[in-house]
């Protein structure tokens, strides 16, 4: 059963739009959400996080906003550029002060000139 | 980037065959971490390590064993290797444990036939 959901596995979007990757979880008790970026033949680096006593973080290009409510974040990238064009996964603490991490299933994101 | 290397980086094996993968770490981190990465799955926690000679199981630790004898060094052993553990796998390492501060080794693509 999945606990943390990425529904959309890929997405495409042109240069200097906003790319929106958007991810979904169960379990209310989360309280610390985390993107990664990966690239092809590379192993996941870590893009920007949120805290569940915020709604929003931003990080230059990269917002994060969380809506507790509906259990779903997302992640919004503006403007998108070709560098960008990578596999994003969310990412959950299984259980409260762990660093064991749930991962999504990923949304390929690729961006267009 | 952080100094971690895996080894093989590739490798083909054959169904009943014992299998070690290697992670070298030159940053003298606690933590370490064994993922796979599957498609529909996203990556999913192996074993992990909270310093040598201290290890647990993670979510997908059946048919796995991993030993840390020395800080720098995280070893995963499929003792008899099956074809459902064709994946990729992926080393991480953290300084402190927490979730932000994961670094990902480049991956090792393990086929077993």
């Known amino acids: 059963d999945q606990q943390v959901k990425q529904n959309s596995p890929s997405l495409s979007v042109q240069e200097g739009r906003i790319s929106i990757l958007n991810c979904d979880y169960t379990?209310?008790?989360?309280?610390?959400f985390l993107w990664y970026k990966k690239y092809p033949a590379e192993g996941p680096t870590f893009l920007i996080s949120?805290?569940?006593?915020?709604d929003k973080n931003e990080d230059g290009r990269f917002t994060v906003f969380l809506n507790k409510s509906a259990k779903h974040l997302s992640l919004h990238i503006v403007p998108s550029q070709p560098g960008d064009s990578a596999v994003y996964f969310c990412?959950?603490?299984?259980?409260?002060?762990?660093?064991?991490?749930?991962f999504g299933t990923g949304t390929r994101l690729q961006v267009f000139p | 980037d952080a100094g971690i290397t895996q080894s093989p980086r590739h490798k083909v094996t054959e169904t009943g065959t014992p299998v070690t993968l290697r992670c070298h770490q030159t940053?003298?981190?606690?933590?370490m971490y064994w993922y796979r990465q599957d498609p529909g799955h996203g990556l999913r926690l192996i074993h992990y390590?909270?310093?040598?000679?201290?290890?647990d199981k993670g979510e997908v630790s059946d048919g796995y064993s991993v030993s840390r004898s020395k800080t720098e060094d995280f070893l995963l052993t499929l003792e008899s290797a099956t074809s459902s553990q064709t994946s990729v796998y992926f080393c991480?390492?953290?300084?402190?444990?927490?979730?932000?501060?994961?670094?990902f080794g480049p991956g090792t693509r393990l086929t077993v036939l």
């Open positions: 991480a390492i953290s300084r402190t444990g927490h979730p932000d501060e994961q670094f």
């Open positions: 379990n209310s008790m989360f309280d610390y």
């Open positions: 949120i805290s569940s006593i915020k």
């Open positions: 990412a959950v603490p299984s259980s409260y002060n762990t660093d064991k991490l749930i």
């Open positions: 940053e003298n981190h606690r933590y």
């Open positions: 390590s909270y310093g040598v000679k201290d290890t």
